[in-house]
């Protein structure tokens, strides 16, 4: 299965026929009447799916139940519906995070291509991710010196003024820097620079 679409809209006739219309397309669906219900069955982040959110729904609204998932730190990705072309309920649910903001009525090669393109950004995202664990664990198997010698070599100091700060030789450097490179799984300088950049090391409040 490429995925479990939750469809959440009050409107029982246009659950069944998108519900029809997802399986059809190979989808698992889940369906739910209002933004609570979504809530009360729980998530399951770490299967592959997104949100079909109605933008209007009673109780809960569509961007108040964005609101509450963002603050729960879901990664499902939100698609919003609406029967209502509104231009600032879109740009907010944009701003906030939301893959796309389709109005009703949504053809089936509109929805899927939207569908397609959330998942395929899950996807990624998780990717991201899991490099940026890898990234962590390699960093953890640094000794203290290596660590050093990481943190001047991305921040462009050359081996001499890098033995200079540490009060060591450049040949000892040239070591450390040979070490850091291969634990960290870096074959240029500039593939180690990116690494630091993705673990926060050249944040300019990090000194």
């Given at each position: 299965?490429?995925?479990?679409?939750?469809?959440?809209?009050?409107?029982?006739?246009?659950?069944?026929?998108?519900?029809?219309r997802?399986?059809?397309?190979?989808?698992?669906?889940?369906?739910?009447?209002?933004?609570?219900?979504?809530?009360?069955?729980?998530?399951?982040?770490?299967?592959?799916?997104?949100?079909?959110?109605?933008?209007?729904?009673?109780?809960?609204?569509?961007?108040?139940?964005?609101?509450?998932?963002?603050?729960?730190?879901?990664?499902l990705?939100?698609?919003?519906?609406?029967?209502?072309?509104?231009?600032?309920?879109?740009?907010?649910?944009?701003?906030a995070?939301?893959?796309?903001v389709?109005?009703?009525?949504?053809?089936?090669?509109?929805?899927?291509?939207?569908?397609?393109?959330?998942?395929?950004?899950?996807?990624?995202?998780?990717?991201?991710?899991?490099?940026?664990?890898?990234?962590?664990?390699?960093?953890?198997?640094?000794?203290?010196?290596?660590?050093?010698?990481?943190?001047?070599?991305?921040?462009?100091?050359?081996?001499?003024?890098?033995?200079?700060?540490?009060?060591?030789?450049?040949?000892?450097?040239?070591?450390?820097?040979?070490?850091?490179?291969?634990?960290?799984?870096?074959?240029?300088?500039?593939?180690?620079?990116?690494?630091?950049?993705?673990?926060?090391?050249?944040?300019?409040?990090?000194?």
């Open positions: 299965m490429p995925g479990l679409v939750h469809v959440v809209d009050d409107d029982p006739s246009f659950r069944t026929a998108i519900e029809r997802l399986k059809l397309a190979g989808y698992e669906v889940a369906t739910y009447a209002t933004a609570e219900g979504f809530l009360d069955a729980g998530l399951d982040d770490a299967q592959p799916g997104c949100i079909l959110l109605d933008v209007r729904i009673p109780g809960l609204s569509g961007p108040d139940l964005q609101g509450r998932l963002i603050a729960r730190g879901s990664t990705p939100i698609i919003f519906l609406t029967g209502y072309a509104d231009t600032p309920t879109t740009v907010r649910a944009i701003k995070g939301a893959e796309d389709l109005t009703k009525p949504v053809s089936s090669e509109q929805l899927l291509d939207a569908i397609v393109r959330a998942l395929a950004q899950q996807n990624a995202a998780r990717a991201q991710h899991g490099k940026l664990e890898t990234f962590r664990a390699c960093l953890a198997t640094l000794t203290r010196r290596e660590r050093q010698v990481f943190d001047f070599i991305v921040r462009g100091k050359i081996n001499k003024q890098t033995a200079h700060e540490l009060g060591t030789t450049e040949r000892t450097v040239k070591a450390h820097r040979h070490q850091v490179m291969e634990k960290m799984q870096a074959h240029s300088l500039a593939e180690l620079v990116s690494i630091a950049e993705r673990l926060g090391m050249l944040d300019p409040s990090i000194v």
